[in-house]
Each structure stands twice: as C-alpha cells, then as structure tokens.
C-alpha cells in the first residue's frame, strides 16, 4: 500500500507537472511566434523604406541629370548662336572689305 500510494503522488506530480510543461512551452511558442512575426513586419518596413529611398535617390539622380543636360544644351546653343553672329560678322566684314578692293581697283 505504502508503494502504491508513492506511485500514485509520483504520478499526480507527474501530471502536474507536465501540464505546466506542455502550456508552458506553448505559451513560449506563441511569443516566439508573436516575435517572429514582429521581425518580419519591421524587416519588410525596413525594406519598404529603403527601396522607396532608393527610388526617391533616382528619381533626385534623374532630375539633376535632366537639368544638367538642360543647361549644357542651352549653353551649347548660346555658345552655337555666338559663333554663328561672329560668323556673320567676319563673313560681311570679309564682304565690305572685297567691296572696297574692287572699288579700289576699278577706280585705280
């Protein structure tokens, strides 16, 4: 009687025991699982952000590219426009200056 009364507490104890056990590591799993599930959320912001801030850096690249080639073209056609008034000038002063030899020559 005496053995069978240890084994029946060993075997309350047991029970006891294990119920704390398996709840236990469920309630464990269940925050691992909770904390998991934080990382990813934070993780895919994380990723979130940084392609948005990459697509904002291109988008920032694309724009001062486009104004860069802006001002090169309009200085390229100022600078185009220059030559082409200095070479008007050069071309009528060429003109004026044949006009005034064949003058020379014609009244010589």
């Known amino acids: 009687m005496k053995h069978t009364l240890v084994l029946a507490l060993a075997c309350a104890a047991v029970l006891m025991s294990t119920t704390t056990v398996v709840y236990g590591w469920h309630e464990g799993r269940a925050e691992a699982h909770r904390l998991?599930?934080?990382i990813?959320?934070?993780w895919r912001e994380a990723t979130r952000e940084a392609r948005r801030a990459a697509a904002e850096a291109?988008?920032?690249v694309r724009r001062e590219v486009d104004r860069a080639r802006g001002e090169q073209r309009r200085a390229f056609r100022g600078a185009y426009r220059d030559a082409q008034r200095e070479a008007a000038r050069a071309a009528r002063e060429a003109q004026r200056e044949a006009r005034e030899l064949r003058r020379w020559f014609r009244d010589w």
């Open 40 to 42: 990813r959320r934070e």
């Open 36 to 38: 998991r599930a934080e």
């Open 58 to 60: 291109r988008r920032d």
